[in-house]
């Protein structure tokens, strides 16, 4: 019996620490949309900010005629997609050489790959910014895709996935008379689905977030991605955007990508992600 | 399926990386480093400059968006360009323009040198509102147009010293677009409610007696006025407000730095230090919504600040309508000055070739000289609770448009008020190219005192070490 | 070496483009960084040289100071609760009573999912001294309203609590897939033999985790020591809360002393250095034993 009330005790427990937890974690989202639907003119002080009195998406069109909304939203997606596509082909593609080829002055490589981290390339923003306007890819979108194409940390992670792969499929398909390019699309990267899916998810979460580059690299409003549009709303000389317009704007940056997250892990709980794992 | 798009993908991946990019078309132009008497010679249409309108001018100027930099409410201003616009299709059949927004007129500046530095001419914006401690530091990067020769006519005809603020050695740098009075705005029904009489408050010994007053009476309720947690306090109580008040000085006529030992600064900075200690000001963000509350609760009772508040007040804090009203600075007894002018100006940007350059001067002519136009717009602003300056042309100011009372200030004409607040006035802070950055070297100290983190006269020190060890000499331009 | 490359053709091309990336915008960079930080570079111009002026100015300059030392805070307090906390979450999520795994796996790892920026922007609202959520929940528990923003013993704590609050489920989420490893039948054994949970925890838990937790402090230094976006959105008076590279990016981009921020920069690149070489020795050690 005591063994019992013990687990039932710790079980409780357990459920209490998590969801209070899980409140921690929520509170400021559900509290930013809350805000988001308070008209500007209701009081935001103290405990007031909780009630809702009269919801209304006016912040929102205030947002939309204040910033070009469309067009930064576009340059986010753009940088965030094409980004992590990049990212995800030439990771896994240089991972897969580390993993499966055993080539001369491949275990230095490897750790002088890994031994890149330690130095982010923030310290050489003075120089890096020089070099982005010497070809000229400063105001340009391009500028946020191109230096990440390939990641340490990526191919660090691919690597680690790709080993696993059975060799004998690679020796089954190398018969097959399969070359190695080639053998990389056709076989490599069916298999490691699910580690591109859940790398994907994190690349994209880190793009769509990105904040330091873009605001350092683009120049023009029109060439501004969301995230750095948003953090110019609320610091006017002049016009003190209200509070419940600052939040529908961070709503828009923050919800969209929620949702994305959770279709994406939907579907990977449903298995639809998964491929031909190891065998 | 997939595959195949893979491929494909990663083939246009490499083909647009190897063609380097979707920036625009290069252009490592002159536009850097060029000296101060660049490009004002290109624009042929300069040569019309008096006159009101601009009929009858032969250039055409091509189709296209004119963006211009501008801080505050700088939209509304879209309204009377839009409007000039269209009225003068004929020399502008296709042009648009475009305000953008900026938070400071610290950030033009940054955004206008990151611009030039990236290389992108472009992409600068073609002209840009500034106030003069940004025009010291873009001129002399060569990146503002020279107005002298184009202002030589209009100077008599403008308010006194509209130009001088933007004058570096002898060249203007910037088009004036107001000037405007360091004032005393007060809240004549908190003044009524507890029986004290606002005259008292033209000096400074008055105006720190009255908050005494206010808070004894209020039982602490009622603040004499604010004090900013940020760089804002010094910017408006200091650079702009009580330094030059007091003549003060940061640099003496060299270039040293003697921010530390001048009388002046000790005397600016001591009133304030007086007034935050005797728990007289109400430490709030200024233009935030917390500050909007207690305004419209009536706990703040007075703003020292340039007229331009006016904007803000009427913008936001609508419930004390009627209530407000204007006066002359408090002058300190052994200076004997009123508030110093705050002049903007209007800055042509130069960008290589900046084509639009006559046509923003035609702009900014009609709006300053052209009395009709400029008061339909102003009428349009009231109705909209909008901003509008005070106008520097001497003739437009005697139109008795501008001596209407304003239902905001109780029936006490908030323009006509203004433009006396400008009689007397003190002279501004001498500027350098070093003082963006001193700004921010001493607004750092001046908010860890305000912290509470260090008493006053720690903090001056600290300015005074810092500038001399991070900026060291500042070069001062006759 | 020619058969090498010629047999070894495709593994080199497969990871070229990461070196030709790495050596055009790190290695590149970096080396620049030194060299302009010996000039007093204004971003328009030529560079003059001027030796060491830049760090002799740097040596003296209490903003500098400032912002190191808040730095330094960040790191370690960073380091303490997101490790801490991201071993707990973790080692609750796998947990084989836990109901609602998958919830709980999704709800705490959306902070990660919000942009750091979006989120501060919130909090600056909920740590506004006289309107805000937090000082309103103190007043009415009868305590005194704190100058969260404003008072600079206080304005690093938002900071803290947003870098943690964003990026604690990143580290769960790679100590949970190393939890994941541990075979349950060490922890039956254990119970078996009467070993309570915590003594589990400590001598079956934690070393297996040994590489990842290194693998965290690694990756968790370097993230804190360029933490920029926190403390960007949550200014507090003067420098009190300024993080070292946000004093570099304001030095080179907002005032353009170029020459000044490399100083910063080579600074920021000796001290992760140095850390890093600790920390792998450390480990070294730790690993002979």
């Known amino acids: 019996m005591n063994y019992k009330a013990k687990n039932r005790a710790s079980s409780v427990l357990l459920q209490f620490i998590l969801i209070l937890i899980s409140v921690v974690c929520l509170f400021p989202l559900v509290w930013m949309c809350l805000i988001a639907l308070k008209p500007a003119e209701e009081s935001l002080s103290g405990f007031h900010s909780i009630l809702v009195l009269h919801p209304t998406v006016a912040n929102f069109k205030r947002l939309f005629e204040m910033i070009p909304l469309a067009q930064n939203t576009f340059n986010s997606v753009f940088s965030a997609v094409i980004g992590t596509v990049t990212s995800l082909f030439f990771c896994a593609l240089a991972g897969f050489a580390f993993a499966k080829y055993d080539f001369p002055g491949r275990n230095f490589l490897f750790y002088f790959v890994i031994a890149t981290m330690l130095i982010p390339p923030e310290v050489g923003s003075v120089p890096l910014f020089i070099i982005m306007k010497n070809i000229n890819l400063i105001n340009s979108l391009w500028s946020l895709i191109i230096p990440r194409i390939a990641t340490a940390v ?27 390019f080639e053998m990389f699309i056709k076989i490599i990267l069916p298999i490691i689905k699910p580690a591109l899916a859940s790398w994907a998810a994190i690349t994209l979460i880190a793009r769509w977030n990105d904040f330091f580059w873009p605001l350092l690299f683009l120049r023009k409003q029109s060439k501004y991605t969301l995230m750095v549009t948003i953090s110019l709303l609320p610091v006017s000389e002049g016009l003190s955007t209200p509070w419940p317009v600052i939040l529908a704007g961070t709503t828009i940056v923050i919800v969209p990508i929620i949702i994305l997250y959770l279709l994406l892990q939907t579907m990977q709980e449903s298995g639809i992600m998964a491929g031909a794992v190891k065998g | 399926m997939k595959r195949k798009l893979a491929v494909l993908l990663s083939a246009v991946m490499a083909g647009s990386v190897l063609l380097g990019g979707c920036g625009t078309t290069g252009d490592m132009q002159k536009s850097t480093g060029s000296t101060g008497s660049a490009a004002s010679k290109t624009t042929a249409s300069q040569t019309k400059s008096s006159g009101t309108t601009a009929a009858g001018s032969k250039q055409v100027y091509p189709a296209g968006t004119i963006t211009i930099y501008g ?18 299709r004929d020399i502008a059949p296709d042009v648009k323009i475009e305000i953008v927004q900026t938070e400071s007129y610290a950030k033009s500046r940054e955004k206008i040198s990151m611009t030039s530095v990236s290389g992108k001419a472009e992409d600068l914006p073609d002209a840009t509102y500034l106030d003069p401690v940004n025009i010291m530091d873009l001129s002399q990067a060569g990146l503002l147009k020279d107005e002298t020769e184009y202002l030589k006519p209009f100077v008599s005809q403008m308010v006194d010293g509209a130009a001088t603020d933007a004058t570096v050695s002898g060249k203007t740098y910037g088009l004036p677009s107001s000037v405007r009075p360091n004032v005393l705005f007060y809240n004549k029904a908190i003044f009524d409610k507890y029986g004290i009489d606002p005259a008292t408050m033209n000096t400074f010994d008055g105006y ?13 309720t009622v603040y004499l006025s ?23 000085k940061i640099w003496d006529d060299s270039g040293n730095v003697v921010i530390g030992q ?30 909007y509350d207690a305004i419209n609760s009536q706990q703040v009772a007075t703003f020292y600040i340039g007229a331009f508040w006016d904007e803000f007040l009427r913008k936001n804090c609508q419930k004390t309508s009627g209530q407000w009203r204007v006066m002359s600075s408090p002058v300190f007894d052994s200076v004997g000055k009123a508030g110093a002018p705050v002049s903007l100006y209007f800055c042509i940007v130069n960008k290589g070739k900046n084509v639009y350059a006559g046509l923003l001067e035609k702009m900014w002519h009609d709006f300053h000289f052209d009395t009709k136009s400029r008061n339909e717009w102003v009428d349009s602003m009231e109705k909209q609770n909008a901003p509008y300056a005070n106008p520097i042309s001497l003739e437009m100011l005697k139109d008795e448009f501008w001596t209407k009372p304003s239902d905001y200030y109780g029936g006490q004409s908030f323009r006509k008020a203004e433009g006396d607040c400008l009689k007397n006035s003190a002279a501004n802070l001498v500027i350098t190219p070093q003082d ?4 921010t070297i001493i607004s750092t100290e001046l908010e860890a005192y305000i912290a509470g983190n260090q008493t006053l006269d720690q903090a001056i020190a600290n300015m005074d070490k810092n500038l001399k060890s991070k900026i060291g000499k500042a070069k001062i331009i006759k | 070496m020619k058969r090498a490359l010629k047999k070894y053709r495709a593994p080199y091309l497969f990871i070229l483009p990461f070196f030709i990336l790495f050596f055009v915008f790190q290695l590149v960079p970096t080396i620049w960084t030194f060299y302009i930080s010996l000039t007093n570079w204004k971003g328009l111009g030529t560079p003059e040289f001027c030796g060491f002026d830049n760090y002799r100015t740097l040596f003296v300059d209490n903003m500098f100071w400032d912002s190191f030392r808040n730095t330094v805070i960040y790191w370690i307090s960073g380091f303490v609760f997101i490790i801490l906390l991201a071993i707990l979450i973790a080692v609750l999520l796998n947990s084989e009573k836990l109901k609602g795994k998958v919830f709980y796996k999704t709800v705490t790892f959306l902070p990660y999912v919000c942009a750091s920026i979006a989120v501060g922007l919130i909090f600056r609202m909920l740590f506004d001294e006289r309107s805000g959520l937090i000082n309103e929940f103190l007043a009415s528990l009868g305590q005194k309203r704190i100058g969260w923003l404003t008072d600079m013993s206080f304005s690093k704590v938002p900071v803290i609590i947003l870098y943690v609050w964003r990026n604690t489920p990143w580290y769960t989420m790679i100590i949970f897939s190393g939890l994941l490893n541990i075979s349950r039948d060490y922890y039956e054994a254990a119970t078996v033999d009467g070993a309570g949970v915590w003594k589990q925890f400590w001598f ?24 920029f976006n926190e403390s960007y959105i949550l200014p507090g008076p003067g420098t009190s809360n300024m993080s070292l590279f946000q004093y570099m990016y304001q030095s080179g981009f907002s005032i353009f002393k170029m020459g000044y921020a490399s100083a910063i920069g080579v600074i920021l690149i000796i001290i992760l250095g140095m850390i890093s070489f600790v920390q792998f020795s450390v480990r070294k050690k730790q690993m002979a034993l």
């Open chain 2, 262 to 291: 001048d009388a002046g600064t000790k005397l600016a900075l001591g009133t304030l230090d007086k007034m935050y200690k005797e728990g007289l000001l109400l430490k709030s963000e200024i233009m935030e919504p917390a500050l």
């Open chain 2, 436 to 439: 963006a950055e001193a700004d």
């Open chain 2, 226 to 248: 604010y004090i900013s947690p940020s760089s804002k306090t010094w910017r408006y109580w200091g650079r702009r407000g009580m330094m030059p008040q007091a003549n003060a």
């Open chain 2, 71 to 88: 801080t505050g409410q700088p939209q509304y201003l879209k309204e009377y360009f839009d409007a000039w616009l269209d009225r003068n």
């Open chain 1, 154 to 180: 990526g191919i660090f992670y691919m690597s680690q996935y790709i080993c696993d792969v059975p060799d004998e499929i690679m020796e089954a398909a190398r018969i097959d008379g399969c070359r190695d």
């Open chain 2, 208 to 220: 720190i007696k009255a908050g005494e007053d206010l808070k004894a009476k209020s039982s602490g």
């Open chain 3, 204 to 227: 079956i838990t934690l070393p297996s985790l040994k590489n990842i937790l290194f693998f965290c402090s690694i990756t968790l230094t370097v993230d804190s020591w360029k933490m």
